[in-house]
Structure formats: structure tokens, C-alpha cells
């Protein structure tokens, strides 16, 4: 065993996790070279220490925190079972909403009982009829002046 | 004594699942310092490290029907709980970690940590001192020596907690034990 093979097995030696064979032969090697045996006992005493070191401690709000977190979970998960994933509230407001669309889509779809389409088409008719009786005007005040004789005539 | 104490952390966690909120408590109760020892080596700061615990035990409250009953329950959050260190990690954009311990040796925000020391640790290294040596050795090899030497995990949970063949898993807690005891030998000196 030469020294590199040595230092590789200082933890196996330790932890007693090797073959017969290996550890006499380690166990050899430690006889033959004994200022190496201060190198295992430095590693054994380090280990000792992490072993026996206090471990540290969680903050003493650290279970409330936790506690609280868990109850916004607890209490989104109900929010989120409500109807159809929505909470009741919002499924109310959504049902509110869908219902004044579909009711504006319909009363825009159909403009013969509209009122806006109504009060356009008397406009229209309105305008129709002032139109013609213009024209008419129009075409009297012409004949009278191009020829008076014509107007005679017809009255 | 309550009967919980007698489940073992699969018996715990499969009780949990069944809907027993306080085999969840009794698994937060056993691992919530366990984890803080754990995750504290990737941060320099106990509130981060805290909030990292808190994810981790959210985690096993949201996802314990993920746990399935072939590993260990500690290799399952060890490994939620590396997984979220690292997540933080990134977040934060930290390439290294820091040393737990302030400029001038004193612990931060530990408690007890007096009266510990004394009761506790039989050697003349103080304990603020090892975690100084422990962050100088290189993280892979401080990771794996933790989770042996602290948390008295087995190679083979380690080897899946950190992902890596138990071969390799052997050889960096070796190693980094070394490095360690060369800084504590030089210390002593």
C-alpha cells in the first residue's frame, strides 16, 4: 500500500467498512509507517467534532410562520372549490355580466324593435317627403320664371 | 408517551397522506432543525435558510402524494430541500457561498448556542471556528461531509440526495474530512 492508497482509506479504516484483507493490510501499513497513524487520529477527532457539535435551532416564530402559511393555503384551496373554480361572489359577478351582454347582443341583433332604427327610418321618410316637396317647389318657381304663360296655362 | 413517536418517518408520511395532519406536525417537529443545518451551508444567513425550510415543508404538505414508498422519507426531503437551496440560489444570482459566521467569529442569530457549546462539544476547537474551516473546504466536499457528519445520513442516501455515484460520494467525504482535520491541526498549533 503506498501513501495515496493509505490516505483514501482513512474514513473506510474508521468506519470499519472494510474487508479482512484490507484492513490488515491497512492495519500494516500504519505499523510500518507509524508517523502516518497522527493523520487518522486528526480525521477521527474531526469527525468527533461534527458528530458531537450542537445543531442549530429554527427561530421560535419559525412554527407560526409555517402555520399561517399553511392556513392562506387551506384557505385558498376553499376560495378555489367554490363553483366551477370560481368563489361564489365572483361566480355571480361573471353569471351578472354574461347575462347584460347577451341581453345588449340581442337588443342590438334585432333593430325592427329598435327605437334608434325606428326614429332613423321616420327620419328618412321625414326627409323623403321634404325632399319631393322642394323639388316640386323648385320646378314651379322655374317654370314661372321661364314661363309664365305655362303657369297660366295649368292654373 | 403519544403513540406518533413510535412511526418511523415513512409510517409518518404514508399516515399523512391518509389525510393525519399530525403525522405532518410530527415529521416538521423531526427534520425542521435537521434541515436548517442543511440548508444553512448554502447560505449565509438564517432567515434565508429558515425561508428555504419553510418551501421545503410547504412542499410536504402540498406534494406528499408525490413521496412514494421505494425511498427513504429523509433522502426525499433532503433532496426537495437541496433542490430548493439551489433554486434560491440562483435566484439570487450566488455563485459561492458565504460563510454563516460574521468577520469576527460570532454566530449569527443562533440560539443557545452558549450553553450548547459547553454542554456539548468536548474539544477545545470552538464550534464558531469549524464552520469557518467547513466553508473554507470546497462546497462539494462540505456538502457530502454534512450530510454524513452532521446529519448521520448513509452513503447511499447521500449518493441520491446529491446525485452523484457513492464512489464519488466516499471519496469527497474522505477527502474533505482531511481537509478539515489539516485546518484544525493547524489551528491547534
Known amino acids: ?155 | 408517551m403519544n403513540d406518533k413517536f413510535k412511526y418511523s418517518d415513512e409510517k409518518l408520511i404514508l399516515r399523512f397522506q391518509e389525510g393525519d395532519i399530525n403525522a405532518y406536525n410530527e415529521l416538521v417537529k423531526r427534520y425542521k432543525d435537521r434541515l436548517l443545518n442543511f440548508v444553512l451551508r448554502y447560505f449565509n444567513n438564517v432567515e434565508q435558510a429558515e425561508d428555504v425550510v419553510q418551501d421545503t415543508l410547504i412542499k410536504l404538505y402540498t406534494h406528499a402524494s408525490y413521496y412514494k414508498n421505494v425511498a427513504k422519507f429523509s433522502t426525499w426531503i433532503f433532496t426537495i430541500a437541496k433542490n430548493n437551496a439551489l433554486t434560491e440560489l440562483r435566484k439570487n444570482k450566488r455563485k459561492k457561498t458565504d460563510s454563516l459566521w460574521t468577520e469576527d467569529g460570532q454566530i449569527i442569530d443562533i440560539n443557545s448556542k452558549e450553553e450548547s457549546l459547553d454542554s456539548k462539544v468536548q474539544n477545545e476547537i470552538a464550534i464558531d471556528q469549524l464552520n469557518k474551516f467547513l466553508d473554507e473546504i470546497p462546497e462539494n466536499f462540505r456538502m457530502a461531509v454534512v450530510l454524513r457528519d452532521f446529519q448521520e445520513l448513509s452513503y447511499e442516501e447521500i449518493s441520491k440526495i446529491l446525485e452523484i455515484p457513492i464512489g464519488t460520494i466516499k471519496s469527497r467525504i474522505n477527502r474533505g474530512r482531511i481537509q478539515l482535520a489539516e485546518k484544525m491541526k493547524h489551528f491547534k498549533e
Request: charged content about 30%; overall charge negative.
Open chain 1, 1 to 155: 500500500m503506498d501513501y495515496n492508497k493509505f490516505e483514501d482509506r482513512i474514513s473506510d479504516w474508521i468506519e470499519n467498512s472494510m474487508d479482512i484483507k484490507e484492513r490488515k493490510e491497512f492495519e500494516k501499513y500504519l505499523a510500518e509507517n507509524p508517523e502516518h497513524k497522527k493523520k487518522v487520529d486528526d480525521v477521527r477527532n474531526a469527525m468527533n467534532v461534527m458528530q458531537t457539535a450542537p445543531s442549530l435551532k429554527t427561530s421560535d416564530s419559525f412554527d407560526k410562520k409555517l402555520q399561517d402559511r399553511i392556513n392562506a393555503l387551506n384557505d385558498n384551496k376553499n376560495v378555489s372549490s367554490g363553483i366551477m373554480g370560481f368563489s361564489r361572489q365572483n361566480f355571480v359577478y361573471l353569471t351578472l355580466s354574461v347575462f347584460c351582454i347577451f341581453m345588449l347582443s340581442a337588443y342590438l341583433i334585432q333593430p325592427s324593435q329598435s327605437n334608434y332604427f325606428i326614429a332613423d327610418e321616420e327620419s328618412v321618410t321625414q326627409e323623403n317627403i321634404s325632399e319631393e316637396e322642394d323639388t316640386e317647389i323648385k320646378d314651379v318657381e322655374l317654370l314661372n320664371d321661364v314661363n309664365g304663360s305655362f303657369v297660366s296655362d295649368k292654373d
